[in-house]
């Protein structure tokens, strides 16, 4: 069955069937083209380019578009489900993927009509994109930044330092966030689509513990020059994008594309376990209580992931249908990436202690644990989640864009 003969089954959306469907056909690229590759992603840096193609071609980049901007046109229990699929197979496609079909979604919300025909209808041939918006000077504090854009006739000029951009000189277009040209404060932020390809952008290498193809590395954008027609929404209404245009999407696919890596260390740790036989007692490791604990243990943590996922993708849904502001779930959806992001370490760690020396060795066990600290770090990390999460519960404001040593 193809992602088009779906809409057969459509009559009842929300069917088993109907998302068994989806699963099994994500399914069948990350196991046949993605995961083949991952080993090798990891141990050279690649960037991950085949893999998202492949992805591309079926349709998956443009999961969430409107088929008359050539998209799938699925919702997004399919894009949390193709998220999840892709983290169980490669760690940093899975990143690369969600803040492709992240920045995606923003442009498709946001954008114009001729942002559409121009960013949106053409991604089907192969454009990548992603977010820009972390700044060294704020550090994790991802939605408040210190650049801003100058406005001169038809052109803005972007200047600033990221600290960090996943696809970072891979990216076709970014999605880049800045103060608007002469705010008064934090606030007032607007979005660009930047084109990759435009003179003053400089990405730097990214060579980290883990997920190594995912290439998030600092850019510089050096005076780049940007057509009014590429300001995303109005001057001044980042904020509102931000809350609503990019962090509901983006949080929906981070949580579950570190619930795919815990799974992936599940599956993988459970074969070993079964194949590994101590022959002084013909003990299998599976045979060890101590061990089928530490498997229990993942396996529940993981379970009561999938429920909530389903839930918040649902909602997602259902705001959008409605027309109404997906940010109210910001909350929900970081809990959702905090819990994710820490099953994802418990699986891998866990991992590692049940597969003994063999899998402290080179591996896919080695590479899923060094993958699974990025969940912890990247925005909101969970340290900062947590204070949301705990503030909310006391009465207090979350205070994003306090006025700082300004
Ligand atoms: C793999 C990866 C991919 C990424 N991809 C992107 C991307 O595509 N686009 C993008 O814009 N950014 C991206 N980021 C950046 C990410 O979202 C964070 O901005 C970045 O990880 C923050 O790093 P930092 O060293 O500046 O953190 P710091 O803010 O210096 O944090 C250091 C420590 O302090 C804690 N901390 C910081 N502030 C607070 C606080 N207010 N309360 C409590 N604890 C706090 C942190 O939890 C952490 O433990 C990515 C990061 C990683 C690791």
């Not at 991950?48 to 088929?67: D, F, M, S």
């Not at 991992?351 to 993958?371: Q, V």
Request: charged letters at 25%; proline letters at 3%; a negative charge.
């Amino acid at each position: 069955m193809s992602i088009n003969t779906l809409d057969s089954i459509r009559y009842n959306k929300q069917s088993k069937a109907y998302y068994d469907e989806i699963r099994s056909q994500i399914r069948k690229i990350a196991e046949e083209v993605i995961r083949p590759n991952a080993e090798r992603i990891d141990e050279e840096g690649d960037f991950p380019r085949e893999n998202l193609q492949a992805l591309i071609r079926e349709g998956w980049g443009n999961v969430l578009v409107p088929k008359k901007y050539n998209g799938l046109g699925l919702d997004h229990v399919a894009f949390a489900i193709a998220a999840e699929e892709i983290g169980k197979a490669c760690a940093s496609t899975a990143l690369v993927y969600v803040m492709h079909v992240g920045a995606i979604q923003t442009i498709t919300l946001y954008g114009n009509e001729d942002q559409l025909e121009r960013w949106i209808k053409p991604i089907d041939k192969g454009l990548v994109g992603t977010y820009s918006t972390s700044e060294k000077a704020s550090g994790g504090h991802w939605w408040y930044n210190f650049s801003e854009a100058k406005r001169e006739g038809d052109y803005y000029f972007l200047n600033a330092e990221k600290s960090f951009t996943t696809s970072a000189g891979q990216a076709d277009f970014y999605v880049f966030q800045t103060r608007s040209p002469g705010a008064e404060d934090a606030t007032d932020i607007s979005f660009f689509i930047v084109d990759g390809k435009s003179p003053g952008i400089e990405a730097k290498p990214w060579e980290a513990l883990g997920v190594r193809g995912n290439h998030s590395g600092p850019i510089i954008y050096d005076n780049v020059q940007v057509h009014k027609r590429d300001l995303l929404g109005f001057e001044g209404q980042g904020k509102d994008l931000l809350l609503h245009g990019v962090s509901p999407i983006y949080l929906i696919g981070l949580g579950s594309a570190w619930l795919g890596v815990a799974q992936n260390a599940l599956h993988t740790v459970i074969d070993y376990a079964n194949r590994t036989i101590h022959q002084d007692f013909n003990h299998r490791l599976g045979d060890y209580q101590v061990i089928r604990q530490q498997l229990a243990e993942v396996k529940i943590l993981i379970e009561s992931l999938k429920p909530w996922q389903r839930e918040l993708a649902e909602q997602l849904d259902i705001l959008q249908d409605e027309g109404k502001e997906q940010g109210v779930l910001n909350l929900s959806l970081t809990e959702y990436k905090v819990h994710a992001s820490e099953v994802a370490n418990r699986a891998t760690k866990n991992a590692l202690d049940i597969s003994g020396g063999y899998g402290y060795k080179k591996g896919t066990i080695e590479r899923l644990f060094r993958d699974a600290r990025a969940g912890i770090a990247m925005g909101p990390s969970n340290n900062i989640a947590r204070e949301w999460v705990g503030k909310d519960l006391v009465g207090l404001p979350l205070e994003l864009w306090i006025k700082g040593g300004e």
